[in-house]
């Protein structure tokens, strides 16, 4: 729900995105979008891939009732008709937030995002 996905950043936000080739970041390709590039890059993202799932880990919230630092682990997978069950395109890696409660509609936003890839993390098996 790409609509529910952007209403989540302020019209001011900073995004950084980094491009990732054979597990390492590419310094020449990291840009700093803002909400319209971003919604562009979601938009082309949801018709190369037929599924997205992010899931997340090690949460952790500093703050107050204003302003908050959010940092946590990020598993992005994204699949293909083709692809089946296996991902098409997959990364880990740690993603920073810095979110403050808008004035206008007393609601928190994203105003800053930032990821870095997670280097030689072993995949541990799931005990659920």
């Known amino acids: 729900d790409l609509q529910t996905y952007m209403a989540q950043y302020a019209d001011e936000a900073k995004i950084i995105r980094v491009t990732v080739i054979d597990g390492k970041e ?9 909400k319209v590039e971003l919604r562009q890059g979601m938009e082309r993202l949801n ?15 500093n703050g107050d009732t204003a302003v908050a630092d959010v ?11 083709a692809s089946g069950n296996r991902p098409a ?32 993390v ?6 659920w």
């Open 89 to 120: 395109y997959r990364d880990f890696g740690t993603k920073s937030l810095v979110l403050a409660v808008d004035a206008k509609n007393g609601r928190w936003k994203i105003y800053k995002e930032s990821w870095k890839n997670y280097k030689d």
């Open 122 to 127: 072993p995949e541990f098996p799931k005990l």
């Open 26 to 34: 590419d310094q020449e390709k990291k840009r700093i979008l803002n």
């Open 47 to 61: 018709k190369r891939y037929s599924k997205i799932e992010v899931l997340i880990s090690n949460l952790q919230i």
């Open 71 to 81: 940092g946590f682990l990020q598993t992005y997978q994204a699949f293909t008709p």
